[in-house]
Every structure is written in structure tokens, then in C-alpha cells.
């Protein structure tokens, strides 16, 4: 799924999440851009409900990443939800051993990418989501 999107609510915000999710494949990497208060965890919450794994949904603001079982068209997917807000350097990154997070067969989902140029590379889809009014939201899907 790409394109651009309207949303008038958090609902049609995680049902576009929901369907970019069915087109998702082991190995992607998505980069969640927007500013704060934008809907990125709505986004994220449709991404997960896609997948099963919804009630274990948390902000990983704190931890970095949070890590979730779900199921792919039927078998077990690990998603991997990363929040690099907090982080201030590339030199952060590497410490964490960001990199190898991003390799093998999971979904990894990256808040806050854009921040760090050197992983652009890294991301096989982009999402981008931007206030269009009072209570919409443009979700640009590349």
C-alpha cells in the first residue's frame, strides 16, 4: 500500500496501519515519522492490531525498543518497535547494537528514524503522518 491517505480519527488512522500491515513482509523495516501528538502510535497500535499482538502495545519511549509476538497470515512474527526520540547520537545506536535489531526475520517498525541519516538505508517502507486540520491527518505511505 502506498499513497496518500485522509484520516478524520484515530479509528481510520489504525485501520490504514491495519491495511498497510497486510502487505508487510518478514525483513521490513518501516520508518513512523511525524511529530509529537501526530498519530503515530495510533498507527502503530493498527500495525499490531494487524497482527494479534495489540494488547501488547506500550511506548518504548523509555526502553527504546519493545519486542511483540504476533502472527503473519498464520505462522509466529516478532515485531520490533523502536523509539529513538531519546537518543541523541549515532554513537547511541551502535552502543545499543541497533543494527542487528533491524536484521533477520522480524517487522521492525522505527519511531523517530528520520533523526539518524545513516539508517535510511536500512528502511524498506516509509510513513509519514502530518495534522491536516483539527481533527485529521495526512498519512503518506512511500
Not at 13 to 36: I, S
Not at 86 to 97: C, I, P, Q, V
Request: net charge negative.
Amino acid at each position: 500500500m502506498r499513497g496518500e491517505f485522509l484520516s478524520a480519527s484515530a479509528d481510520e488512522t489504525r485501520e490504514y496501519a491495519r491495511r498497510f500491515a497486510a502487505g508487510l513482509q518478514p525483513g521490513d523495516v518501516v520508518c513512523l515519522t511525524g511529530n509529537l501528538g501526530v498519530g503515530k502510535t495510533e498507527f502503530m497500535r493498527g500495525i499490531t492490531e494487524a497482527f494479534g499482538c495489540e494488547e501488547q502495545l506500550s511506548s518504548p519511549t523509555f526502553s527504546l525498543m519493545n519486542i511483540y509476538e504476533g502472527l503473519m497470515r498464520g505462522r509466529p512474527v516478532e515485531l520490533h518497535h523502536f523509539d529513538l526520540y531519546r537518543l541523541e547520537s549515532e554513537k547511541e545506536l551502535d552502543s545499543a547494537g541497533f543494527d542487528d535489531y533491524l536484521s533477520g526475520p522480524f517487522l521492525s517498525v522505527v519511531e523517530w528514524g528520520e533523526r539518524f541519516s545513516s539508517l535510511e538505508r536500512r528502511y524498506t517502507r516509509r510513513v509519514e503522518l502530518f495534522i491536516a486540520g483539527e481533527s485529521q491527518r495526512k498519512i503518506v505511505i512511500t
